[in-house]
């Protein structure tokens, strides 16, 4: 195994991508990809013997990085059994590639929710029976509500949309954080 120049390890520095790694490996394989991270590339023999675990579970968590897109391998046959190894490389780039994927999509489907909210009808709630009405169904009730007979509360969005609205700001800057650490490395 080939030791890298020292870097940050980002698995220990950041939170997010620790989370990340954490969440497709759980907390049974993150060592194995923290040990990846401290060598340049290593088989999964290597990482077995090194981190004394077996053979099999290193490929099973290598096998989920790598359905994530997270980790790269080499293949090549093993001249004397025949059989294939794998010889796995963790790239960062990828890991916050990931991220910024996951909070991208995280994104869409907020302006998403916006638009939906902004084009919504207007809704009559009933603060007694918490019963939500939009407004053709609370015209034809005379905006009565059809349970208790009390005057349906126009619901306003408004704040809702706020919402939405300010958690679409502080997610665009934390794409814009990981963008720019993501150059940085």
């Keep these: 195994m080939k030791k890298k120049s020292p870097k940050i390890n980002i698995l220990e520095q950041d939170e997010e991508i620790h989370k990340l790694v954490k969440t497709v490996v759980g907390d049974e394989g993150f060592h194995i990809i923290n040990h990846l991270f401290a060598v340049e590339k290593a088989d999964e023999f290597e990482i077995a013997d090194s981190l004394e675990e077996d053979v099999n579970f290193v490929r099973s968590v290598m096998y989920k990085m790598y359905t994530n897109n997270l980790v790269s391998y080499t293949r090549r046959r093993d001249p004397e059994r025949g059989w294939y190894i794998y010889t796995w490389e963790l790239i960062p780039q990828k890991l916050y590639h990931a991220l910024i994927n996951s909070k991208q999509k995280k994104l869409d489907k907020l302006f998403k929710q916006v638009e939906e ?69």
């Design 117 to 185: 909210e902004k084009n919504k009808e207007q809704v009559f709630h009933c603060p007694t029976c918490m019963i939500n009405l939009e407004f053709p169904k609370a015209l034809e009730l005379s905006f009565s509500c059809f349970a208790c007979g009390g005057m349906l509360q126009p619901l306003n969005n408004v704040d809702l949309i706020k919402n939405l609205d300010h958690e679409i700001k502080g997610l665009s800057e934390k794409i814009c954080i990981l963008k720019t650490k993501l150059n940085e490395l």
